[in-house]
């Protein structure tokens, strides 16, 4: 991981824990059916010591996407829904960090960590989590508090959700942000 903020102050980061991840057009093939219950349950945990917490909402561009503005499906989960007050930070594409201004409201507020959680692993969670510790912040994502679906393979070979969740999780350990489930990282905080 690249040495950046120095700060112990860390940010919880929600990403694109909305209805849309409920169509059934994403398949059945969903790993962490916690999932949602861990991010409420580091939601509860930043919120009682007043720690800095950034949702992020895809608005998608395409027009057939379950993310598309304007529809019920794109409204945030309600068991992680944002709080009054809470900072929601709207991105088109799959890294929380480009065309938004997250990593200037990050160093702004003095934040040297960003803990990821959210959905999908191997497209939003991993392009964000490898922009983060690109520039420099710790980054830990959340094993448990992500999730993803079954696809094909470059090869058109099948990948569970178990399997392409894995991958994405040992693509970003170690290089560009450490790999921690809820339990260790509550017990840590």
């Known amino acids: 991981m690249a040495s950046g903020p120095s700060s112990d102050l860390?940010?919880?980061?929600?990403?694109?824990?909305?209805?849309?991840?409920d169509d059934p057009s994403w398949g059945d093939d969903r790993n962490n059916p916690d999932c949602e219950a861990n991010i409420a349950r580091l939601l509860a945990h930043w919120r009682a010591r007043g720690w800095p917490i950034f949702h992020v909402r895809h608005l998608s561009r395409e027009p057939r996407s379950t993310y598309r503005p304007g529809q019920p499906l794109c409204e945030f989960k309600d068991e992680v829904a944002p709080l009054a007050g809470e900072r929601v930070i709207d991105k088109s594409t799959n890294s929380a960090f480009i065309g938004t201004p997250l990593e200037r409201e990050l160093g702004d507020a003095g934040i040297g960590r960003v803990v990821i959680t959210g959905v999908i692993t191997n497209n939003s969670v991993e392009a964000t989590a490898r922009m983060s510790g690109n520039l420099g912040f710790d980054t830990i994502v959340v094993s448990d508090a992500t999730a993803t679906f079954g696809r094909r393979d470059y090869d058109g070979h099948w990948r569970t959700s178990a399997e392409v969740h894995a991958m994405s999780l040992a693509n970003i350990d170690g290089e560009y942000a450490r790999?921690?489930?809820?339990?260790?990282?509550?017990?840590?905080?």
């Open 10 to 21: 860390t940010a919880l980061v929600v990403i694109d824990v909305q209805k849309a991840i």
């Open 179 to 189: 790999v921690m489930t809820t339990v260790a990282l509550l017990t840590s905080a």
